[in-house]
Nanobody, 130 residues
Framework: QLQLVERGGGSVQPGGSLRLSCASA??????????IGWFREAPGKERQGVGC????????LYEDDVKGRFTISRDNTRNTVYLQMNNLKFEDSAVYYC?????????????????????WGPGTQVTVSS
């Protein structure tokens, strides 16, 4: 079963930036077959979607509260998916996770923020504070 690992979290001041990465726990397992989603879980809240990217990287989808500030990309030659977070806000503080996500049947090269089972990594903590 595919297992992912998230990296890049840390502490940052409001308005700052961080780049998170998502990779396979086993480096020889390729991720370029999968659409990947980013999710976050703040204390006392349910895990919620951030956005997703298709296997080719040609399509991305974002939740409204991060649109324009966050960018998901991937470098399949490095077998890595990224979440670039700019203009971070207090509300962005959470543990960030990546996971494989579903793809629509009726439309090609699209992703949905619906995680498949079993691919979650341990998460990486992002703390935005002044």
């Amino acid at each position: 079963q595919l297992q992912l690992v998230e990296r890049g979290g840390g502490s940052v001041q409001p308005g700052g930036s961080l780049r998170l990465s998502c990779a396979s726990a086993v480096s020889t397992v390729r991720l370029d077959y999968f659409s990947i989603g980013w999710f976050r879980e703040a204390p006392g809240k349910e895990r919620q979607g951030v956005g997703c990217i298709t296997n080719s990287g040609g399509y991305t989808l974002y939740e409204d509260d991060v649109k324009g500030r966050f960018t998901i990309s991937r470098d399949n030659t490095r077998n890595t998916v990224y979440l670039q977070m700019n203009n971070l806000k207090f509300e962005d503080s959470a543990v960030y996770y990546c996971a494989t996500v579903s793809e629509p049947v009726v439309v090609q090269d699209r992703c949905e923020m619906a995680p498949r089972d079993g691919s979650w990594g341990p998460g990486t903590q992002v703390t935005v504070s002044s």
